[in-house]
T-cell receptor, first 118, second 109 residues
Framework: AQKVTQAQTEISVVEKEDVTLDCVYE???????LFWYKQPPSGELVFLIR??????QNEISGRYSWNFQKSTSSFNFTITASQVVDSAVYFC???????????????FGQGTELSVKP | NAGVTQTPKFRILKIGQSMTLQCTQD?????MYWYRQDPGMGLKLIYY???????DKGEVPNGYNVSRSTTEDFPLRLELAAPSQTSVYFC????????FGEGSRLTVL
């Protein structure tokens, strides 16, 4: 069965600190997608990144970076020089193999609530 | 481009009442989903659909029903509301990335 574990329930940092959110997943599929979503206090779910299982290159987008390691089944998310606006709940998710390029069901982790204090 | 639209955004129900949460997407996506989000529990899949006329149960389907008569619409029905169904409900559609609606906050008293 597929499973996503975000062991950190809550993290609190002071502005400008770097912070890493951990995500560990389980799947028997060889083809799958991994995602990160952000849920700010307003409640909507904001897509951050999608990574397919064949692409282990790390990705950087501004202050955000992602480290995908198949050997440890991890897809960790780092925010560099955190800001108050980064305060949100962050979800890691795993998708079953896509069909006809339309994607499959997403299984979500429990989420990590990040609080960035000024 | 409206994306995924859910209505209503807020609703209070009494135990035993019925209601339908509406979901419409205008992106012609075949895959659609209903998730519920409880505090500290992440999102749990209730039902999903891979296309018009096809629906299937997710992880927590009890107490809910769905239908998918068109590609655009995927309503979620609560037949006999219970306090355990107090939650925030998200509809989504998928084309490689999940597009979420804004959520519907349902309280059952």
């Amino acid at each position: 069965a597929q499973k996503v574990t975000q062991a950190q329930t809550e993290i609190s940092v002071v502005e400008k600190e770097d912070v890493t959110l951990d995500c560990v997943y389980e799947t028997r599929d060889t083809t799958y997608y991994l995602f990160w979503y952000k849920q700010p206090p307003s409640g909507e779910l904001v897509f951050l990144i999608r990574r397919n299982s064949f692409d282990e290159q790390n990705e950087i987008s501004g202050r955000y970076s992602w480290n995908f390691q198949k050997s440890t089944s991890s897809f960790n998310f780092t925010i560099t020089a955190s800001q108050v606006v980064d305060s949100a709940v962050y979800f890691c998710a795993l998708s079953e193999p896509p069909i006809y390029n339309q994607g499959g069901k997403l299984i979500f982790g429990q989420g990590t609530e990040l609080s960035v204090k000024p | 481009n409206a994306g995924v639209t859910q209505t209503p955004k807020f609703r209070i129900l009494k135990i035993g009442q019925s209601m339908t949460l509406q979901c419409t997407q205008d992106m012609n996506h075949n895959y659609m989903y209903w998730y519920r989000q409880d505090p500290g529990m992440g999102l749990k899949l209730i039902y999903y659909s891979v296309g018009a006329g096809i629906t299937d149960k997710g992880e927590v389907p009890n107490g809910y029903n769905v239908s998918r008569s068109t590609t655009e619409d995927f309503p979620l029905r609560l037949e006999l509301a219970a306090p355990s169904q107090t939650s925030v409900y998200f509809c989504a559609s998928n084309a490689g990335e999940l597009f979420f609606g804004e959520g519907s906050r349902l309280t059952v008293l």
